[in-house]
């Protein structure tokens, strides 16, 4: 179940409409970036290198020097952070177009069923910026454990499993149900979705796939909810057949 889900999806992310949501996706975050990057280096040209001058007056002659130093490390720094925050902005702007996603595999591939309805804007957002957290979160939990050896990459599939499995699937089966529906549903078949969670990390893991993981993980996380409930259904359909 977990295979045929994870290669359906693999299978689509480069059609239509897959690439018209990652084309937004990308060029919104590209746009965060920039904007973060610009924001932050002001920020430092203003008042860091300002306060360098004051508490070093008496250094003018290579005062000079000192802050292009200064700016070169802030720029490096800056560099390697955001490139670390590339997969969560990238996560939590293409929350804003998953439903699109959802919509375009669910008339793909289970037409013959009755469609999902998207999530509203409000929730949208609210589950995007969960998601933007608990991804952030997460990832700090497992660098704490960077000093400990092999525990690190573990931590970062076990934890990355957890928190994607469950906030992906979770999105996918709130077309169909309530969140309470939705939540209960995964927590009765946790150990699925969480071996589903797994392989969205080591998508995760892949450097500049990685800006594909959203769109990855929703399209795979709807194939396994409909492959659960289809399941569910035909349990239900046997045992009804049985006790006739």
Do not use: C
């Not at 003018?60 to 390697?80: D, N, Q, Y």
């Not at 969960?130 to 573990?154: C, W, Y």
């Not at 709130?174 to 797994?198: C, I, P, Q, W, Y």
């Amino acid at each position: 179940m977990i295979i045929d889900a994870a290669r359906a999806a693999a299978g689509q992310l480069f059609t239509t409409p897959f690439r018209s949501a990652f084309y937004k996706t990308l060029g919104l975050t590209l746009l965060v970036i920039a904007g973060l990057w610009f924001g932050l280096r002001e920020l430092f040209d203003f008042y860091i290198l300002p306060l360098l001058q004051v508490f070093m007056p008496d250094l003018p002659s290579w005062a000079g020097w000192l802050g292009l130093v200064a700016g070169l490390a802030a720029g490096i720094g800056l560099a390697l952070a955001l490139a670390l925050l590339i997969a969560p902005i990238t996560a939590i702007i293409a929350g804003l177009f998953l439903d699109d996603v959802a919509e375009a595999v669910e008339k793909t591939d289970y037409a013959q069923d009755p469609p999902g309805k998207p999530v509203p804007l409000v929730p949208a957002i609210i589950m995007s910026l969960k998601f933007f957290g608990v991804v952030i979160l997460g990832n700090l939990f497992a660098l704490l454990l960077l000093l400990v050896p092999g525990v690190n990459v573990i931590a970062f599939f076990i934890v990355n499993g957890y928190l994607l499995g469950r906030e992906f699937f979770e999105f996918a089966a709130m077309r169909f149900r309530t969140e309470a529906e939705a939540k209960a549903l995964r927590r009765r078949h946790a150990s699925t979705v969480f071996m589903g969670g797994l392989v969205i990390a080591g998508f995760l893991a892949i450097p500049f796939v990685n800006l594909l993981t959203p769109l990855f993980a929703a399209a795979m996380m709807v194939h396994l909810h409909k492959m659960i409930t289809h399941s569910a259904h035909d349990t239900d359909a046997k045992s009804g057949g049985t006790h006739a």
